[in-house]
């Protein structure tokens, strides 16, 4: 395998201390007094530096001032960015690259071991890295020389073709001792003098060169991805078939509904996860660049009520089932979105969203509450074909309504029961229908907040879509997305999924008892827009291919490095096919055929007296791209030079009929996991 070892403090710190004191001083310009530490950016930055400029403006209660602040924040934080910092986006984008080229990504690290996997799991997407090497809290501090080769010997890592990257002369020397090739990244604040830079193998200004110069054999970011394959996807927006065109070239903007965090999450949470996890997947595997948010709605009725049933706040409540949910999305093989914003986090935005409606005219106040307008929108109804007229006669009148018309929905909840906020309105919480709008408008400020893709299930069609598309036409003039992609229901057995039947499958009990694999495949073995049946059936056969699956990869896995193949260095040709299904509008079920196919035709390989290496190496670089794409990436052993050794001595005492010795060794593979 071939690496890349990322020195943590020049690479990713800089870029908090940046924020740190962009924020600060922006906020000082506009008469704030809040200092934000070191500390508190590391922990928020998951989210993004507005949702930092949200989150002072709620303490400081003064929510009027946030486009004040965000004028002032910005200006600075690109001069901080423009003083040899690391721009955050050219981070993702390299390692992204990186990734797809077969370099295995690495931390090296100084820090304590658990700090450095915080920073990461808060500053990057945690599935590019394969490992954080720090060291313990509270033990002696091990030299990089001594965590690059602990790295290299636990991942059979090739250190002649990897690179250690870094940006000081502390680096260079880390470097040289391990006889690593070194790249100096002019990102830090140190001594960057030309004369000992020019000692390292390559010297780069930010991490954007790394693309630009090619370094690695990466493509060029001003000339990759020009020939994009076509995507087709259903559009619920007209119900047909459209070939997908991006808003921006080779990039993908991605908006999920997520759960409602009052209690333990269904499987029917998790349909949607691991749907628009595939279509991520797609798109970066065909060169897109790809932004994914999911939110979590943290304020609630339901929320409230379920708190007082367990005597607990609604932050403790939410923040662990939030922890759970994350926890079962890892386990179902689906990535962490970019982005997962809350409407706690996000409040001032949602007031300032409201507040424009209002003062539009699209919205009303009525005795605290406030509602939006319905039939100010012409289109009402475009998404859902729930038409004003057809909806008004099927509408059950509300007795004493403060509502002007029966359609019309809440924006704002006067209450004085749970968390609420205060506002020109009245003391209360925000209606459900339109934190997406305010946060998606927040978090794409470059688009008035339209985005490329919004999905969900099929049951947020109406009345949540089609009513975050109304408010989307009253504040920003436009449909919030240009595609919207709805996934089906899932049934137990022929029965709907009910709380009233009491047929609720818990993600948690299912995972636990078939595995997050076995229930991610049983979900993608049915088109991702028709109906799924949950059974006990379907999930034992998902079981059994499952199996399989890891079976063979296992075995050509350890059959091609018993022969000498380096597997990260293979690509996969002839994966046309594959592509050709997933692109027409997500076939997984087809796409999951050619899989097994390939699976078929990798064990023919493995059977014969002379293994074709060249043939059966195509074919395992087909079934690890297919398998990374849908979300299902089985971890394979890595063989040492001793693993190989006592391969072959097993093999030698199986050829002679020495069953007493082979079971000897045998006995000693299973427990590497080698058989």
């Known amino acids: 395998m071939k690496a890349i070892f990322f020195d943590l403090d020049g690479t990713l710190l800089d870029t908090l201390h940046d924020i740190r004191d962009a924020i600060n001083d922006a906020l000082a310009e506009i008469g704030v007094h809040l200092s934000y530490t070191y500390e508190e950016c590391k922990r928020l930055i998951g989210n993004g530096a507005e949702m930092l400029m949200h989150r002072a403006l709620g303490e400081c209660d003064c929510p009027d001032s946030f486009e004040r602040l965000r004028k002032a924040f910005y200006p600075r934080y690109l001069a901080y960015q423009g003083r040899n910092t690391v721009p955050y986006p050219s981070v993702v984008e390299t390692l992204r690259e990186l990734h797809k080229n077969g370099f295995g990504i690495f931390v090296i690290t100084n820090k304590p071991n658990q700090m450095a996997q915080d920073i990461i799991d808060k500053t990057l997407p945690r599935d590019l890295f394969l490992g954080v090497y720090g060291h313990e809290e509270g033990a002696p501090v091990k030299p990089d020389p001594f965590l690059l080769k602990k790295a290299s010997d636990e991942f059979s890592i090739d250190l002649a073709q990897s690179y250690f990257v870094g940006d000081s002369v502390v680096d260079l020397e880390t470097a040289k001792n391990a006889n690593i090739p070194c790249i100096i990244c002019g990102y830090g604040y140190g001594d960057y003098s030309q004369e000992w830079a020019n000692q390292a193998t390559f010297v780069v200004k930010d991490f954007s060169e790394i693309l630009k110069k090619g370094l ?306 049983m979900m993608l073995n049915t088109h991702y827009r028709a109906p799924l049946a949950f059974t006990s059936e379907t999930m034992a056969e998902a079981v059994k291919n499952e199996k399989k699956i890891v079976s063979t990869v296992k075995s050509v896995a350890i059959t091609l490095q018993r022969n000498g193949v380096d597997l990260a260095s293979l690509q996969g040709s002839g994966e046309e096919a594959f592509f050709d299904e997933l692109c027409n509008d997500l076939n997984t079920p087809n796409a999951i055929t050619i899989l097994y196919g390939e699976l078929k035709n990798a064990n023919q390989l493995l059977r014969v007296r002379e293994i074709q290496i060249e043939a059966l190496s195509n074919s395992f670089a087909k079934i690890r791209d297919y398998l990374k794409v849908l979300g299902l990436e089985v971890t394979y052993p890595v063989l040492t030079e001793e693993d190989k050794s006592l391969y072959a001595l097993y093999q030698q005492a199986k050829d002679r009929k020495d069953f007493a010795e082979s079971d000897r060794i045998r006995a000693q593979l299973l427990e590497k996991g080698i058989i």
């Open 216 to 521: 690695f054999g990466l493509s060029n970011k001003d000339s990759y991805n020009k020939n994009m394959r076509k995507v087709t996807l259903f559009n619920s927006m007209g119900n047909k078939m459209q070939v997908f065109s991006p808003i921006n070239p080779n990039k993908v903007t991605m908006y999920v509904c997520g759960p409602t965090v009052y209690n333990s999450p269904h499987i029917g949470n998790m349909r949607p996860v691991i749907v628009f996890d595939t279509w991520r997947r797609l798109f970066q595997a065909i060169g897109y660049q790809v932004t994914f948010v999911s939110n979590y709605t943290d304020v609630d009725d339901k929320i409230i009520q379920r708190a007082l049933e367990l005597g607990v706040s609604e932050q403790e409540l939410t923040t662990s089932v939030i922890t759970e949910f994350v926890r079962l999305v890892k386990e179902t093989g689906s990535l962490v979105p970019d982005f997962t914003p809350t409407p706690t986090i996000y409040m001032p935005k949602l007031i300032s969203y409201i507040q424009d409606l209002v003062s539009t005219g699209y919205a009303y106040e009525a005795g605290g509450d406030v509602y939006f307008r319905v039939g100010k929108i012409g289109n009402y109804g475009c998404l859902s074909g729930n038409t004003p007229d057809s909806l008004v006669s099927g509408a059950r009148i509300e007795v004493n309504s403060l509502k002007e018309s029966p359609l019309d929905f809440a924006l704002w909840k006067k209450t004085d029961i749970g968390i609420q906020w205060s506002t020109p309105w009245s003391n209360g919480r925000p209606g459900w229908h339109t934190e997406c709008c305010a946060m998606i408008s927040s978090l794409f400020p470059e688009t008035h907040g339209l985005i490329d893709i919004h999905g969900g299930g099929f049951d947020l069609k109406f009345p949540h879509h089609e009513n975050e598309i109304a408010q989307a036409e009253a504040h920003d003039h436009h449909h919030l997305a240009n595609y919207w992609l709805h996934n089906g229901f899932i049934n137990i057995g022929d029965q709907k999924m009910s709380k009233s039947i009491g047929n609720v499958q818990l993600a948690k009990d299912v995972i636990r008892t078939y595995g997050g694999f076995a229930l991610r495949l």
